[in-house]
């Protein structure tokens, strides 16, 4: 007997998408990897060259989550403040918003 979750097979379908990026992002990536970490986190960040351009590859290694910043959103760090930050850290492993919130 198998045991099957409702949305299983979608779930798999986008894991197998995302890991697929995450290689094709380190496929591309420029210079050496760059590895930050204290206590609480370790992440690798990495220049990657897209078609869209440049951006810049966060992957945590503990968690295995990724994300890829260019350059605009990487500058939006700049315009936050500790709160925002805080806000983030207090919400680990979700989003700030979510995608379905309209505000």
């Given at each position: 007997m198998?045991?099957?979750w409702e949305g299983?097979?979608?779930d798999a379908e986008a894991a197998r998408r995302a890991a697929?990026?995450?290689e094709s992002h380190i496929a591309a990536s420029?210079?050496?990897p760059l590895t930050i970490a204290n206590e609480f986190a370790e992440?690798?960040?990495r220049r990657v060259e897209t078609r869209n351009g440049v951006r810049l590859l966060i992957h945590s290694v503990?968690?295995?989550q990724w994300v890829s910043v260019d350059p605009l959103e990487l500058e939006s760090l700049t315009w936050q403040n500790e709160a925002t930050f805080a806000a983030m850290v207090g919400n680990?492993?979700?989003p700030l918003i979510s995608e379905g919130d309209d505000e």
């Open positions: 198998s045991l099957k299983e097979d979608e697929a990026e995450l420029v210079g050496e992440v690798t960040v503990r968690s295995g680990m492993f979700a």
